[in-house]
Protein backbone atom coordinates (compact mmCIF):
# COMPACT_ATOMS: atom_id res chain seq x y z
CA UNK A 1 0.00 0.00 0.00
CA UNK A 2 2.54 2.42 0.42
CA UNK A 3 4.41 2.03 -2.89
CA UNK A 4 1.04 2.66 -4.15
CA UNK A 5 0.84 6.46 -2.30
CA UNK A 6 4.36 6.86 -2.92
CA UNK A 7 3.89 6.36 -7.13
CA UNK A 8 0.35 8.06 -6.56
CA UNK A 9 2.11 11.11 -4.80
CA UNK A 10 4.92 11.05 -7.10
CA UNK A 11 2.18 11.03 -10.83
CA UNK A 12 1.17 14.16 -8.99
CA UNK A 13 4.12 15.62 -8.43
CA UNK A 14 5.46 15.00 -11.98
CA UNK A 15 2.08 16.29 -13.93
CA UNK A 16 1.87 19.26 -11.27
CA UNK A 17 5.67 20.24 -12.53
CA UNK A 18 5.50 19.88 -16.22
CA UNK A 19 2.65 22.09 -16.28
CA UNK A 20 3.98 24.61 -13.90
CA UNK A 21 7.34 24.67 -15.93
CA UNK A 22 4.96 24.55 -19.02
CA UNK A 23 3.04 27.71 -17.73
CA UNK A 24 6.37 29.06 -17.11
CA UNK A 25 7.13 28.98 -21.10
CA UNK A 26 4.39 31.38 -21.60
CA UNK A 27 6.58 34.44 -20.00
CA UNK A 28 8.50 34.99 -23.17
CA UNK A 29 5.51 35.01 -25.02
CA UNK A 30 3.90 37.35 -23.14
CA UNK A 31 7.25 39.28 -22.82
CA UNK A 32 7.12 39.39 -26.57
CA UNK A 33 3.52 40.07 -26.97
CA UNK A 34 3.71 43.55 -24.73
CA UNK A 35 6.96 44.47 -26.45
CA UNK A 36 5.56 43.66 -29.83
CA UNK A 37 2.81 46.50 -29.05
CA UNK A 38 5.01 48.65 -27.50
CA UNK A 39 7.08 48.49 -30.61
CA UNK A 40 3.62 48.72 -33.08
CA UNK A 41 2.31 51.34 -30.69
CA UNK A 42 5.09 54.18 -30.48
CA UNK A 43 7.53 52.98 -33.39
CA UNK A 44 4.66 52.27 -36.03
CA UNK A 45 2.43 54.75 -34.33
CA UNK A 46 0.05 51.74 -34.99
CA UNK A 47 -1.12 49.71 -32.51
CA UNK A 48 -2.62 46.50 -32.01
CA UNK A 49 -6.01 45.23 -31.33
CA UNK A 50 -5.23 41.91 -29.83
CA UNK A 51 -2.10 42.34 -27.65
CA UNK A 52 -3.87 43.89 -24.72
CA UNK A 53 -6.42 41.04 -24.40
CA UNK A 54 -3.61 38.80 -25.33
CA UNK A 55 -1.49 39.53 -22.67
CA UNK A 56 -4.75 39.39 -20.26
CA UNK A 57 -5.14 35.65 -21.42
CA UNK A 58 -1.41 34.82 -20.71
CA UNK A 59 -0.78 36.85 -17.70
CA UNK A 60 -3.93 34.95 -15.99
CA UNK A 61 -2.66 31.38 -17.77
CA UNK A 62 0.59 31.76 -15.99
CA UNK A 63 -0.41 32.67 -12.58
CA UNK A 64 -3.37 30.51 -12.28
CA UNK A 65 -1.26 27.28 -13.92
CA UNK A 66 1.69 28.28 -11.70
CA UNK A 67 -0.81 28.09 -8.30
CA UNK A 68 -0.33 24.47 -7.86
CA UNK A 69 3.75 24.59 -8.96
CA UNK A 70 4.61 27.26 -6.14
CA UNK A 71 2.49 24.91 -3.45
CA UNK A 72 4.70 21.84 -4.81
CA UNK A 73 7.59 23.97 -4.31
CA UNK A 74 6.09 25.80 -0.82
CA UNK A 75 6.27 29.38 -1.98
CA UNK A 76 2.70 30.06 -1.09
CA UNK A 77 2.31 32.50 2.09
CA UNK A 78 3.04 31.29 5.75
CA UNK A 79 2.66 32.43 8.66
CA UNK A 80 5.90 31.29 9.88
CA UNK A 81 6.35 33.24 13.31
CA UNK A 82 3.90 30.11 14.25
CA UNK A 83 4.66 28.05 12.13
CA UNK A 84 8.19 27.27 12.59
CA UNK A 85 8.20 27.38 16.78
CA UNK A 86 6.42 24.47 16.82
CA UNK A 87 6.99 20.52 16.12
CA UNK A 88 6.35 18.85 12.80
CA UNK A 89 3.88 16.76 14.06
CA UNK A 90 1.84 19.95 14.88
CA UNK A 91 2.91 22.07 11.82
CA UNK A 92 1.44 19.19 9.75
CA UNK A 93 -1.68 19.02 11.68
CA UNK A 94 -1.52 22.59 10.87
CA UNK A 95 -1.22 21.85 7.02
CA UNK A 96 -3.94 19.13 7.00
CA UNK A 97 -6.61 21.55 8.21
CA UNK A 98 -5.68 24.71 5.73
CA UNK A 99 -5.16 22.29 2.79
CA UNK A 100 -8.56 21.11 3.72
CA UNK A 101 -10.15 24.69 3.65
CA UNK A 102 -7.95 25.33 0.49
CA UNK A 103 -9.67 22.17 -1.30
CA UNK A 104 -13.05 23.04 -0.15
CA UNK A 105 -12.46 26.55 -1.66
CA UNK A 106 -11.01 25.12 -4.67
CA UNK A 107 -13.86 22.86 -5.52
CA UNK A 108 -16.14 26.17 -5.03
CA UNK A 109 -14.17 27.60 -7.63
CA UNK A 110 -14.23 24.78 -10.36
CA UNK A 111 -18.60 24.53 -9.72
CA UNK A 112 -17.99 28.52 -10.63
CA UNK A 113 -15.76 28.18 -13.35
CA UNK A 114 -17.83 25.38 -14.92
CA UNK A 115 -20.86 27.51 -14.85
CA UNK A 116 -19.39 30.15 -16.03
CA UNK A 117 -17.74 27.84 -18.82
CA UNK A 118 -21.58 26.90 -19.77
CA UNK A 119 -22.64 30.61 -20.18
CA UNK A 120 -19.78 31.34 -22.23
CA UNK A 121 -20.71 28.38 -24.60
CA UNK A 122 -24.56 29.37 -24.71
CA UNK A 123 -24.56 32.93 -24.75
CA UNK A 124 -20.89 33.55 -26.62
CA UNK A 125 -19.42 35.30 -24.28
CA UNK A 126 -16.91 37.53 -25.87
CA UNK A 127 -14.05 40.30 -24.07
CA UNK A 128 -15.62 43.86 -24.39
CA UNK A 129 -12.93 44.97 -26.70
CA UNK A 130 -11.98 45.91 -30.59
CA UNK A 131 -10.75 42.61 -30.97
CA UNK A 132 -13.86 40.58 -29.07
CA UNK A 133 -11.79 37.06 -28.82
CA UNK A 134 -14.32 34.50 -26.50
CA UNK A 135 -13.70 33.50 -23.22
CA UNK A 136 -14.99 29.87 -22.79
CA UNK A 137 -11.36 28.93 -23.14
CA UNK A 138 -10.65 31.38 -19.62
CA UNK A 139 -13.16 29.23 -17.64
CA UNK A 140 -11.24 25.71 -18.83
CA UNK A 141 -7.73 26.53 -18.08
CA UNK A 142 -9.39 28.14 -14.80
CA UNK A 143 -10.86 24.49 -13.77
CA UNK A 144 -7.68 22.77 -14.90
CA UNK A 145 -5.57 25.00 -12.85
CA UNK A 146 -7.43 24.54 -9.97
CA UNK A 147 -7.74 20.74 -10.42
CA UNK A 148 -4.61 20.83 -10.17
CA UNK A 149 -4.20 22.43 -7.37
CA UNK A 150 -6.42 20.52 -5.81
CA UNK A 151 -4.37 17.24 -6.74
CA UNK A 152 -1.47 19.54 -5.49
CA UNK A 153 -3.04 19.53 -2.27
CA UNK A 154 -4.56 16.10 -1.69
CA UNK A 155 -1.16 14.65 -2.53
CA UNK A 156 0.20 16.86 0.20
CA UNK A 157 -2.71 15.87 2.47
CA UNK A 158 -1.79 12.35 2.14
CA UNK A 159 1.63 12.82 2.85
CA UNK A 160 1.15 14.64 5.60
CA UNK A 161 -1.80 12.45 6.68
CA UNK A 162 0.84 9.05 6.36
CA UNK A 163 3.53 10.90 8.13
CA UNK A 164 0.99 11.39 11.28
CA UNK A 165 0.30 7.96 11.22
CA UNK A 166 3.82 6.11 10.48
CA UNK A 167 5.99 8.60 11.95
CA UNK A 168 8.09 9.02 9.27
CA UNK A 169 7.60 10.60 5.56
CA UNK A 170 6.15 8.98 2.85
CA UNK A 171 8.44 10.18 0.18
CA UNK A 172 12.50 10.69 1.89
CA UNK A 173 14.10 13.23 0.01
CA UNK A 174 17.27 13.41 -1.63
CA UNK A 175 20.14 15.25 -0.11
CA UNK A 176 19.68 18.04 -2.12
CA UNK A 177 16.43 18.63 -1.65
CA UNK A 178 16.74 18.46 2.49
CA UNK A 179 19.95 20.90 2.35
CA UNK A 180 17.39 23.72 0.30
CA UNK A 181 14.45 22.56 2.93
CA UNK A 182 16.50 23.10 5.92
CA UNK A 183 18.35 26.44 4.15
CA UNK A 184 14.57 27.49 4.09
CA UNK A 185 13.59 26.94 7.71
Known amino acids: ?108 VIQMCFGKFEEAIEYDYRRQSEWAPPMFHFWIMMMVAAGLFVAQLGRDMLAEAYYLLAGQPLIVKDDKESAEEEAGE
Not at 41 to 57: G, K
Not at 74 to 95: E, G, P, Q, T
Open 1 to 108: MTAFLRNLCQLVDLIVRLCGKAAAYLMPVLAFVVAFEVFSRYVLNSPTIWAFDLSLFLFGYIAALGGAYAQQQRAHINVDILYFRVSKKSRAVFNLVSWALGIFFLIL
